[in-house]
T-cell receptor
Framework: GAGVSQSPSNKVTEKGKDVELRCDPISGHTALYWYRQSLGQGLEFLIYFQGNSAPDKSGLPSDRFSAERTGGSVSTLTIQRTQQEDSAVYLC???????????FGQGTRLTVV | QKEVEQNSGPLSVPEGAIASLNCTYSDRGSQSFFWYRQYSGKSPELIMFIYSNGDKEDGRFTAQLNKASQYVSLLIRDSQPSDSATYLCAVQSGGSYIPTFGRGTSLIVHP
């Protein structure tokens, strides 16, 4: 696609439920990142994919968070047993092998009530 | 711990003035530097990147890098109200593929 696409744009879920967030990177981009941005805060790194593998998942805040990427393209970030502190905007970015610049999707705003 | 520091602001400048945004970083091995603009409620948008010491100009934007002093700055000439946004500095070390972001500086350009 022309840009990084994330879905859903907004998600409201009840505490304790599981959620899945989806990211469709720019076509041909092998690197994919997930970041989280809480209200008024900076970008917090979660996980980095190169192809289908995740060489750096050091930013995942707990074992309730997991992510996968299939076919070197679409990635899903899953949060199990959501908590109110998980409320944030989840941003996905992708980058090609030839460049270092990463481009962001529009984000998924997650609200846990 | 790799750190990227920015003054949170807000930085307020009149329309037509030069806005100067600064960023310092802790990792001397940093090699790639990026400026993103983020409008309220929107996602970050890449506006500039720089790899070498010195200045890089793109339209009204100039990125300045000084590796010896470990700072990178963004100058916006002829500032417009539409430039009002939060500007995020991101730094990436050599051998790392993970950009580290600062918390951003809020810029307000008033008519």
């Amino acid at each position: 696609g022309a840009g990084v696409s994330q879905s859903p744009s907004n998600k409201v879920t009840e505490k304790g439920k599981d959620v899945e967030l989806r990211c469709d990177p720019i076509s041909g981009h092998t690197a994919l990142y997930w970041y989280r941005q809480s209200l008024g805060q900076g970008l917090e790194f979660l996980i980095y994919f190169q192809g289908n593998s995740a060489p750096d998942k050091s930013g995942l805040p707990s074992d309730r968070f997991s992510a996968e990427r299939t076919g070197g393209s679409v990635s899903t970030l899953t949060i199990q047993r959501t908590q109110q502190e998980d409320s944030a905007v989840y941003l996905c970015a992708s980058r090609s092998d030839r460049n270092t610049e990463a481009f962001f999707g529009q984000g998924t705003r997650l609200t846990v009530v | 711990q790799k750190e990227v520091e920015q003054n949170s602001g807000p930085l307020s400048v009149p329309e037509g003035a030069i806005a100067s945004l600064n960023c310092t970083y802790s990792d001397r091995g940093s090699q790639s530097f990026f400026w993103y603009r983020q409008y309220s409620g929107k996602s970050p948008e890449l506006i500039m990147f720089i790899y070498s010491n010195g200045d890089k100009e793109d339209g009204r934007f100039t990125a300045q890098l000084n590796k010896a002093s470990q700072y990178v700055s963004l100058l916006i000439r002829d500032s417009q109200p539409s430039d009002s946004a939060t500007y995020l500095c991101a730094v990436q070390s050599g051998g790392s593929y993970i950009p580290t972001f600062g918390r951003g500086t809020s810029l307000i350009v008033h008519p």
